[in-house]
């Protein structure tokens, strides 16, 4: 078994530093409209797993931005005859030039994302996905 040592820094400056001093990369895990989560991961030469972690608030006005940007999509697909269901939030590139566009832009992606996410653990995959929901985030009830 890994042991796991969790980290949240206090800054990017500082998860910066801690991934260089350990000679890994940063990576972007995941954003939402608000925020931005970068990670860094290393291993120690005894198996121990090393995690650090910022959460990065954008500025208002470009979080604001982006919320309008981002679109809800909901897939369902059927596993051992039981519905499994994925809801992800997306947020749109400035390039889509309609309402249509920047929906099925965010279906693609959506689709995209459950299944690197999730294929290992029930199957999903781009082929087996059907949206059962779309809708500006700015609009979306739970
Ligand atoms: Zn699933």
């Not at 990065?56 to 897939?75: D, I, K, M, W």
């Not at 369902?76 to 309402?99: K, N, Q, W």
């Not at 199957?123 to 059962?132: D, E, R, T, W």
Request: charged share 25%; glycine share 4%.
């Amino acid at each position: 078994m890994t042991l796991m040592e969790y980290r949240e820094a206090n800054s990017k400056d500082d998860l910066d530093r801690w991934a260089r001093t350990l000679g890994v990369r940063v990576h972007i895990v995941d954003e939402t409209w608000d925020c931005v989560y970068f990670q860094a991961d290393a291993e120690y030469p005894d198996g121990t797993h090393l995690r650090c972690r910022y959460r990065y608030v954008l500025p208002q006005r470009l979080a604001l931005r982006r919320r309008e940007r981002t679109f809800v999509v909901g897939f369902s697909h059927t596993v051992d005859g039981a519905t499994c269901c994925h809801v992800r939030p997306i947020i749109v590139g400035l390039s889509a030039e309609s309402e249509a566009a920047a929906m099925s832009q965010a279906v693609i992606y959506a689709s995209a994302l459950v299944e690197l996410q999730r294929r290992p653990v029930c199957g999903a995959s781009a082929a087996n996905l059907s949206p059962y929901v779309i809708t500006r985030a700015t609009n979306w009830k739970p």
